[in-house]
């Protein structure tokens, strides 16, 4: 699999490019302040991007939004639950003090739907509230394998798990997702978080200090 990360100040959130080896499609995560970036990956891979996918509604996961779809016109997929920040990104931004654009409509809610997938790799979108109401993990595999690489946005990090006092989240709901539906994965799993770097399902369910 194709995977190219960039991350840029402020916020320094993880914005995702993955594709496929071999018919060059692929997908777009969670693209924010750092979306010029994403897009020169996509270019200077040559794919040939079908979804914008984003793990949940945070300012620091959408701002580059309206970017994207300028130069990629392919739809943008969120949760519903997170629907509602999603509108409020403006005020999200006064929250912090930041100026920030609205962004288009969301295109596409994940419920309901099957697989979303880009050449030969399916997406699963998991749902995992906690960190925000409409927070979702996305695992990714390839055609055959069982293996999954999962992007985890905020729900848990390196170390660490995401914040919980900001509106619409539940410390009590989000440690539920991380054990119920994060930890049934193999320890050999590899999770991209939405800030700083990679780790493994086993490390954080060794040593993370929330969860053990
Ligand atoms: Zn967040
Ligand atoms: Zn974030």
Not at 119 to 145: D, F, I, K, M, N
Not at 147 to 153: D, E, I, Y
Request: hydrophobic share 35%; glycine share 10%; net charge negative.
């Amino acid at each position: 699999m194709i995977l190219e990360r960039r991350a840029v100040e402020p916020f320094f959130k993880n914005g995702f490019v993955i594709g496929c080896e071999q018919t060059r499609e692929g997908v777009v995560i969670d693209p924010g302040d750092e979306v010029d970036e994403l897009l020169a990956a996509v270019a200077q891979h040559e794919l040939e991007i079908v979804n914008v996918l984003l793990t949940h509604a945070h300012l620091d996961h959408v701002t580059g939004v309206r970017r994207a779809k300028e130069v990629l016109r392919v739809p943008v997929w969120l949760h519903h639950a997170d629907n509602h920040l999603y509108e409020h990104v403006v005020q999200q931004g006064q929250m912090f003090g930041i100026r920030v654009e609205p962004q288009p409509p969301i295109d596409h809610f994940y419920d309901g739907g099957g697989p979303l997938s880009f050449g030969r790799y399916q997406v699963r979108v998991l749902h995992t509230p906690g960190h925000c109401p409409g927070g979702v993990c996305l695992a990714v595999s390839r055609e055959g394998e069982k293996r999954s690489t999962l992007f985890v946005g905020d729900t848990l990090f390196a170390g660490s798990i995401g914040r919980t006092d900001l509106p619409g989240g539940d410390l009590d709901t989000l440690l539920r997702s991380i054990r119920e539906v994060l930890f049934r994965f193999p320890d050999d799993t590899v999770v991209w978080s939405g800030h700083g770097p990679q780790t493994t399902i086993g490390q954080e369910r060794r040593s993370n200090p929330f969860l053990i």
